[in-house]
């Protein structure tokens, strides 16, 4: 007889490799083919929802890892959440309009100047579409769920619909204007800017100091005294009109070789020192207040600078004497307001110079600029100081390019009317982490008003008409009448149709006697579009407002959870989200962040074809991703070997009970009937359970996956599988002790396959393939109700003192190996001497099976001395005896064909 052939080996065609990249495309086929997204909704109708609102990626490429990260872990909070028991319902969203798609068509051989822009738009148009699809190909081959047959899409002719009827509600009240004011321009894009398309970076800049002669000093200063102004962009120099004091500062006049000059007096001999100026009689100080309106001669042009006062001027750098463009700076612009300055600007759209700069200058780009207009200056004997700084300075977060402030007319949304409303919703929200809410409640507090228009093609245009006077039209019935024909024929109209064919039929205004109407050619920036998402997508398609959940990177404080609050709140009234939770960036695995631009970044793609999605998803989910996280091959080789841990569990769990021809659910046994050993380690699975869920709750994905691979490795594969391989293998087929023992993986299959599922998904569907937990899907399936054990605080307790003497065993076992008094644990013969508590506790939960608990063929208890270790005293042996051929336990029987009682009994 074959003994090997009579032992109660696992058995599985479940395999051991998951080989991933060829067996996920087929789960995905199968979702697909049975509906997966529209069945989990059925499954839960009449159920609480949560509602996570997608954040729209914008259309343009190929996914990247940042989409991965942020995909994956919301798939992974949809579907704990389903399990959980709530109905999730999901629309995927993508923002479509603006500047990328633009350049992309140009880039194509199409310039939209040479073009109808209506025509312009219609390729804008499809190719926006076209990426929607190569992006959601490559979400869904993440192993996703959700509508994505229906996503939202900004260029909808509904979304758009609705985004005109919110700019029209915020325009009746007041809350949408037209002003001009300094905004990001750039010049690369030909466009304003909002903040949240600002990003800063360290550049090298000119920085000068320039005199400005005193040409009438009103009583105070003679005309042989000059203010000496400080900035770091000289091209701004032409459009000076004011020189901004500090009224409480003190400033000193001081004579020199280059003239009498005006500083602030705590400056004086760090200034003199730069200048590289020795002559210093300081000949009297002032108060800024005692020289307002004093006037000055600028140095490069006929015409007067005003010495103004401002609380925006400080002492930490410079001369104390702002040089002051209203047309070129925010401070500048309200404080030139409050003097009745012009707002003055001398550069056009694309970041040039203008003729009335003069010849000498016009034409140049503002860099160019810097260098000419400081020569200039330099001849004319106004410049005291050149030097370069390494500062941070905005740069166009599209192009990556420096912009400039510049004064222009601009369409406007008004933050300061609702600021204090913004700020308290900001308070009510559940902002995870915490300082997401400090941050936003700075950000709302600290910002201007928000610019609105895009002088771009392809866009919402902002569904304003002039009157003959120039007077903008803001009328409840024209601006729904403009949203009906978007949402009947797209905002394309707005350029196939002259003025009066998009206004009411009949529509008359008393600035239009002759009923002469011309329409508003900048469009909507895009972050109006995404923006106004909660209404154009969630309560369009009945999810209701607000949402339970916004989540994106943390980019979006300042974009998209920015916009949809102030949107979201003047519009409805509150915040559009109860909880904003937010990610970090991806890294590489030398801390750079991964970006197109830096050549770091890796597709997705080449991941999930290499590895597998569900390695992927593994990773999502086991970094810190609040944080900013690394990726590198080295990382993913760990995340595979952690994976390879929970498979291979997974699969010493299903072949041990092998539901084709071995264990089923009518085979469990009562859990009262359990040995304390079996109960334990229920006891630990179903702690696991709860704690697990409760991770899951509260969006702690790498607790999740650590106390179940913790699980998994240690207690199960480490530990309670590695010594009931001795009941499994060897016992009868139903033995009521391997029955016990299959009783456990069973649970532990059930609730493990389930607390899996939200992450590895096509590998937990793998598994219910074999295991059966639900009949179509384990997606359709719930977390489980955790099993209450009798007793199961003193079993805890009672098992941590026994862990302890198994340590102890443990540790003598590895010594008497390494002095080669032994090979393998079953050649051991233990003793064990322990207090009279323990000794009870080992008799209570161990029997006479002590030795097959410490995995060796002799093991007893006694009180002679041996060799002391943390909690008991051990000797270890060699076992006397031979091994028995079918259980490999050491024996001293002696029937004849050498096997032990235990197996002789097995097989008679």
Same mark, same amino acid.
């Given at each position: 007889?074959?003994?090997?052939?009579t032992?109660?080996?696992p058995?599985t065609?479940?395999?051991?490799r998951?080989?991933?990249?060829?067996k996920e495309?087929?789960?995905q086929?199968r979702w697909?083919e049975m509906?997966?997204?529209?069945?989990m909704?059925e499954?839960?109708?009449?159920?609480?929802?949560?509602?996570l609102?997608?954040?729209p990626?914008?259309a343009?490429?190929d996914?990247?890892?940042?989409?991965?990260l942020n995909?994956v872990?919301?798939?992974?909070?949809?579907?704990?959440?389903?399990?959980?028991?709530?109905?999730?319902?999901?629309?995927?969203?993508?923002?479509?309009?603006?500047?990328?798609?633009e $350049?992309?068509i140009?880039?194509?051989?199409? &310039?939209r100047k040479e073009?109808?822009?209506?025509?312009?738009?219609?390729?804008?148009?499809?190719? +926006?579409?076209?990426?929607?699809? %190569?992006q959601k190909?490559?979400?869904?081959?993440?192993?996703?769920?959700?509508?994505y /047959?229906?996503?939202?899409?900004?260029?909808?002719?509904?979304?758009?619909?609705?985004q005109?009827?919110?700019?029209?509600?915020?325009?009746? &009240?007041?809350l949408?204007?037209?002003?001009?004011?300094?905004?990001?321009?750039?010049?690369?894009?030909?466009?304003?800017l909002?903040?949240?398309?600002?990003?800063?970076?360290?550049?090298?800049?000119p920085?000068?100091?320039?005199?400005?002669?005193?040409?009438?000093g009103?009583?105070?200063? /003679?005309?042989?005294?000059?203010?000496?102004?400080w900035?770091?962009?000289? *091209?701004t120099?032409?459009?000076n009109?004011? #020189?901004?004091?500090?009224?409480?500062?003190?400033?000193?006049?001081?004579e020199?070789?280059?003239?009498?000059?005006?500083?602030?007096?705590?400056?004086?001999d760090?200034?003199?020192?730069?200048?590289?100026?020795?002559?210093?009689?300081?000949?009297a100080?002032?108060?800024g207040?005692?020289?307002?309106?004093?006037?000055?001669?600028?140095?490069?042009y006929?015409?007067?600078?005003l010495?103004?006062l401002?609380d925006h001027?400080?002492?930490?750098?410079?001369?104390g004497?702002?040089h002051? @463009?209203p047309?070129?700076?925010?401070? /500048?612009?309200f404080?030139?307001?409050?003097?009745?300055?012009?707002?003055?600007?001398?550069?056009?759209e694309?970041?040039?110079? !203008?003729?009335?700069?003069?010849?000498w200058?016009?034409?140049?780009?503002v860099?160019?600029?810097n260098?000419?207009v400081t020569?200039?200056?330099?001849?004319l004997?106004?410049?005291l100081?050149?030097?370069?700084?390494?500062?941070?300075?905005?740069?166009d977060?599209?192009t990556?390019?420096?912009?400039?402030?510049?004064?222009?007319?601009?369409?406007?949304?008004?933050?300061?009317?609702?600021r204090?409303?913004?700020?308290?919703?900001?308070?009510?929200v559940?902002?995870?982490p915490?300082?997401?809410?400090? %941050?936003?409640?700075n950000?709302? @507090?600290?910002?201007?008003?928000w610019?609105i228009?895009?002088?771009?093609?392809w866009?919402v245009p902002?569904?304003?008409?002039?009157?003959?006077?120039?007077?903008?039209? !803001?009328?409840?019935?024209?601006?729904?009448?403009?949203?009906a024909?978007?949402?009947?024929?797209?905002?394309?109209i *707005?350029?196939?149709?002259?003025?009066?064919?998009?206004?009411?039929?009949?529509?008359?205004?008393?600035?239009?006697? &002759?009923n002469?109407? %011309?329409?508003?050619?900048?469009?909507?920036?895009?972050?109006?579009?995404s923006g106004?998402?909660?209404t154009? @997508?969630?309560m369009?398609?009945?999810?209701?407002?607000?949402?339970?959940?916004?989540?994106?990177?943390?980019?979006?404080?300042?974009g998209?959870?920015?916009?949809?609050?102030i949107?979201?709140?003047?519009?409805?009234?509150?915040s559009p989200?109860?909880?904003v939770?937010?990610?970090?960036f991806?890294?590489d695995?030398?801390?750079?962040?991964?970006?197109?631009?830096? *050549?770091?970044?890796?597709?997705?793609?080449e991941i999930?074809?290499k590895y597998?999605?569900?390695?992927?998803?593994l990773w +999502?989910?086991?970094?810190?991703?609040?944080?900013?996280c690394s990726?590198s091959?080295?990382i !993913?080789?760990?995340?595979?070997?952690?994976?390879?841990?929970v498979r291979n569990?997974f699969r010493?769990?299903l072949a041990?009970?092998?539901?084709?021809?071995?264990? $089923?659910?009518e085979?469990?046994?009562d859990?009262?009937?359990?040995s304390?050993?079996?109960?334990y380690?229920?006891?630990?699975?179903?702690e696991?359970n709860?704690?697990a869920?409760?991770?899951?709750?509260?969006?702690?994905?790498?607790?999740?996956?650590?106390m179940?691979?913790?699980?998994m490795?240690?207690?199960?594969?480490?530990y309670?599988?590695?010594y009931?391989?001795d009941?499994?293998?060897i016992e009868k087929k139903?033995?009521?002790?391997?029955r016990?023992v299959?009783t456990?993986l069973?649970?532990?299959l059930n609730v493990?396959?389930?607390?899996?599922?939200?992450?590895?998904?096509h590998?937990?569907e793998?598994?219910?393939?074999?295991?059966?937990?639900?009949?179509?899907?384990?997606?359709?399936g719930?977390?489980?109700?955790s #099993?209450?054990?009798?007793? &199961?605080?003193?079993?805890?307790a009672?098992?941590?003192?026994l862990m302890?003497?198994?340590?102890?065993?443990?540790?003598?076992?590895?010594?008497?190996r390494?002095?080669?008094?032994?090979?393998?644990?079953?050649e051991?013969?233990v003793?064990?001497?322990v207090?009279?508590?323990?000794?009870?506790l080992?008799?209570?939960?161990c029997?006479?099976?002590?030795?097959?608990?410490?995995i060796?063929?002799k093991?007893?208890?006694?009180n002679?001395?041996?060799k002391?270790?943390?909690?008991?005293q051990?000797?270890?042996?060699?076992?006397?005896?031979?091994?028995?051929p %079918?259980?490999?336990n050491i024996?001293?029987?002696? @029937?004849?064909?050498?096997l032990?009682?235990?197996?002789?009994?097995?097989?008679?």
């Open positions: 007889m074959e003994y090997k052939d032992l109660l080996m058995k065609s479940f395999e051991m998951g080989k991933l990249p060829s495309p087929g789960f086929k697909k509906s997966i997204y529209e069945k909704l499954k839960r109708e009449g159920c609480e929802a949560f509602v609102h997608d954040g990626p914008y343009n490429g996914i990247h890892l940042g989409h991965a995909k872990l919301k798939d992974v909070i949809l579907r704990s959440k389903f399990m959980a028991g709530y109905k999730v319902p999901y629309i995927p969203g993508w923002d479509t309009h603006g500047l990328p798609i $350049t992309a140009q880039k194509l051989g199409h &310039n073009m109808e822009l209506s025509d312009f738009r219609k390729l804008c148009y499809n190719y +926006a579409l076209e990426q929607v699809e %190569r190909a490559g979400f869904l081959s993440l192993g996703v769920v959700g509508d /047959d229906h996503p939202y899409i900004t260029l909808q002719k509904e979304f758009e619909a609705h005109i009827d919110i700019f029209g509600k915020m325009a009746m &009240n007041g949408i204007y037209k002003g001009l004011k300094p905004v990001y321009w750039s010049p690369s894009s030909e466009t304003a909002a903040e949240a398309e600002i990003e800063y970076k360290d550049i090298k800049s920085t000068i100091f320039v005199k400005f002669a005193v040409k009438d009103k009583g105070v200063l /003679d005309t042989d005294t000059s203010f000496v102004i900035t770091t962009t000289p *091209w120099i032409p459009a009109l004011a #020189i901004c004091l500090n009224k409480d500062y003190t400033y000193a006049l001081v020199s070789e280059k003239g009498k000059l005006i500083v602030l007096d705590e400056l004086v760090s200034l003199w020192d730069k200048f590289g100026l020795t002559v210093k009689n300081k000949i100080t002032y108060k207040s005692e020289l307002e309106m004093i006037t000055c001669q600028h140095p490069l006929d015409r007067e600078s010495v103004i401002g001027v400080t002492a930490d750098a410079g001369t004497c702002v002051t @463009a047309g070129f700076g925010a401070d /500048d612009f404080i030139g307001q409050k003097y009745g300055l012009p707002a003055y600007c001398n550069v056009d694309h970041g040039c110079m !203008m003729e009335e700069c003069g010849e200058l016009a034409g140049q780009y860099d160019d600029a260098k000419t020569q200039k200056l330099d001849e004997g106004a410049l100081k050149l030097e370069f700084i390494t500062h941070s300075y905005p740069h977060w599209r990556k390019k420096p912009i400039i402030f510049r004064a222009t007319t601009q369409w406007f949304a008004s933050i300061d009317k609702i204090t409303q913004l700020l308290d919703e900001i308070a009510k559940d902002w995870i915490k300082w997401g809410e400090q %941050r936003m409640h950000m709302i @507090a600290d910002r201007g008003d610019c228009s895009r002088q771009r093609a866009g902002i569904p304003i008409f002039y009157a003959e006077d120039d007077t903008p039209i !803001m009328d409840e019935n024209v601006f729904a009448h403009v949203a024909l978007f949402k009947e024929h797209g905002s394309n *707005w350029f196939e149709k002259e003025a009066n064919e998009l206004l009411p039929e009949g529509y008359t205004h008393p600035g239009s006697p &002759n002469i109407f %011309r329409k508003e050619t900048d469009t909507m920036d895009v972050w109006f579009d106004s998402s909660h154009g @997508a969630m369009d398609r009945g999810l209701g407002y607000p949402a339970d959940l916004y989540f994106e990177g943390s980019d979006q404080y300042r998209w959870f920015n916009s949809s609050l949107i979201g709140t003047a519009v409805h009234g509150h989200y109860k909880q939770l937010s990610h970090g991806v890294m695995g030398k801390g750079v962040k991964m970006s197109k631009s830096q *050549w770091n970044a890796v597709a997705p793609g999930t074809k597998g999605a569900d390695i992927l998803r +999502a989910a086991s970094v810190d991703y609040q944080a900013d990726m091959d080295e !993913m080789k760990q995340v595979s070997e952690n994976y390879r841990k569990t010493f769990l041990n009970i092998n539901p084709e021809t071995d264990f $089923t659910k085979d469990l046994v859990v009262k009937e359990l304390l050993l079996d109960k380690m229920l006891i630990r699975l179903y696991v709860e704690k869920k409760k991770a899951y709750k509260e969006y702690r994905f790498a607790d999740v996956t650590s179940l691979t913790t699980l490795t240690n207690e199960f594969s480490s309670y599988l590695d009931t391989k009941i499994l293998y139903d033995d009521v002790k391997r016990q299959q456990v069973y649970h532990a493990l396959v389930r607390l899996w599922a939200p992450i590895l998904v590998t937990c793998e598994v219910n393939d074999f295991f059966h937990a639900e009949d179509e899907s384990i997606h359709l719930s977390f489980l109700e #099993i209450d054990v009798e007793e &199961n605080e003193e079993i805890k009672e098992m941590e003192k302890a003497v198994r340590s102890d065993v443990f540790k003598a076992l590895e010594e008497a390494a002095d080669k008094i032994i090979g393998k644990s079953l051991a013969y003793k064990v001497h207090n009279e508590e323990l000794s009870t080992i008799n209570k939960y029997g006479a099976h002590f030795n097959q608990w410490l060796v063929s093991a007893e208890l006694c002679e001395e041996l002391a270790y943390d909690v008991c051990v000797s270890v042996e060699k076992c006397n005896g031979h091994v028995c %079918r259980c490999w024996t001293d029987s002696t @029937a004849e064909d050498g032990c009682e235990r197996c002789a009994s097995v097989l008679k």
